[in-house]
């Protein structure tokens, strides 16, 4: 056992200014006891004993001590490693680095100055087809933003600062492709609302027929079926499968093909069908049943329209010589009110008449409401609810 030393007094000493701490209240330390007590009580640490105070910063600093020679021993390695690197380069006399050339040299390094000289004749390149910078700003400015922004936009209710990526302020080329793209879609969206204006609708399509049955001799005895002057459909509709189906209510159904387009084409010849060859009886009457079917570009159209046709003496039927009378026409800028617009025929008399718009302010305004009178001489078009003015349509109107 060591021999014990004579007792010290443990009375406060000034704690050295390196050795100086903030106790738990944050009141800095500068007196400690030489070793820590509470009461009699030994309560030593590097906070309460000044003597464990020195041990524990002497070891800090010991451990620091040896953190910096082993980082002071790196240096020094790395020093002497850059020194022959340098000795080795003054030696080749090639002083200048190797880059990465990227897609001037296919991902291969390369001497800086060549990269260098690369970019620099591709950016004559550019400068030549770009134009110079001042020219780049007019272009910029070019836009008009100012006028531009306040523009009504197609696609939206706002003008076209309201676009969603819309800038406002361009400064630059790719705010003015950006704005160019946005103005680019937002005019297709005009157009695409052009188009459907233009494109008719299934109810400008009028689809009718009008027929007669002829009882006469072998291939006389048939019926025949008139369109033209009785169905009138835009021009940018083809024909998708119509067929004309005749029954004569005992049995027997006769059904063919019909070009709905081309027979309702103005002087085109009428449908003749024989009563001989086919499952036909001849009967008093017969049921004539359009299944129309007609598209566009835009949509597609159906309709049914169905006829009972009784034997009418009209001599040689087959050949088409006696014909429906009808009268056609156009209304501009008319009015539709309670009281009606008569439709202006010069038939003796009228037995049925029919109206198309030929716009979509009419198309809308019909839609809320008309119907047709007659009074055997005149057709008279009437609004079920409040005047329509200015209205266009074509008519039709039959004897």
Wanted: hydrophobic share 40%.
């Amino acid at each position: 056992m060591a021999q014990l030393q004579p007792f010290v007094s443990n009375v406060p000493l000034q704690v050295a200014k390196n050795l100086r701490f903030n106790n738990a209240n944050n009141i800095p330390v500068t007196e400690m006891l030489p070793v820590g007590m509470n009461g009699i009580v030994v309560n030593d640490s590097p906070t309460t004993g000044y003597i464990s105070r020195i041990g524990a910063v002497l070891s800090n600093q010991i451990d620091l001590y040896n953190q910096v020679t082993q980082t002071l021993a790196t240096y020094g390695q790395d020093i002497a490693s850059l020194d022959s690197r340098v000795d080795a380069l003054e030696i080749s006399g090639n002083t200048v680095p190797n880059v990465n050339g990227h897609c001037f040299t296919g991902d291969a390094l390369s001497p800086i100055t060549t990269v260098v000289e690369l970019m620099a004749e591709s950016a004559c390149d550019y400068n030549t087809v770009l134009g110079t910078t001042s020219a780049l700003m007019e272009a910029i400015l070019a836009e008009g933003a100012s006028t531009l922004n306040v523009l009504a936009a197609f696609s939206q209710a706002s003008a076209m600062a309201g676009l969603s990526g819309w800038i406002s302020d361009p400064k630059t080329i790719a705010d003015t492709i950006n704005n160019l793209w946005l103005s680019y879609l937002d005019s297709r969206a005009g157009v695409a609302n052009a188009i459907s204006q233009m494109t008719p609708a299934c109810s400008q399509a009028i689809v009718n027929f009008y027929t007669r049955f002829s009882l006469g001799s072998g291939s006389t005895s048939g019926i025949a079926v008139y369109f033209s002057g009785y169905s009138f459909i835009p021009t940018a509709y083809v024909d998708n499968g119509s067929t004309i189906t005749i029954t004569d209510g005992i049995g027997g159904i006769y059904t063919t093909g019909v070009d709905l387009i081309a027979r309702s084409q103005p002087g085109a010849d009428r449908l003749f069908v024989g009563i001989s060859g086919t499952s036909l009886a001849v009967v008093p009457s017969y049921t004539v049943t359009l299944d129309s079917k007609i598209k566009s570009s835009y949509n597609t159209c159906t309709k049914v329209v169905v006829h009972t046709t009784t034997e009418t003496p009209c001599g040689d039927c087959s050949s088409g010589s006696t014909a429906p009378i009808y009268q056609t026409g156009t209304s501009s800028d008319v009015t539709i009110d309670p009281t009606g617009y008569t439709i202006p025929t010069t038939l003796p008399s009228v037995s049925f008449a029919d109206i198309v718009p030929i716009d979509g302010t009419t198309a809308s305004a019909l839609a809320q409401g008309y119907f047709i009178s007659f009074n055997g001489t005149t057709a008279i078009v009437k609004s079920t609810g409040p005047t329509i003015p200015n209205m266009n349509f074509k008519w039709v109107a039959y004897a």
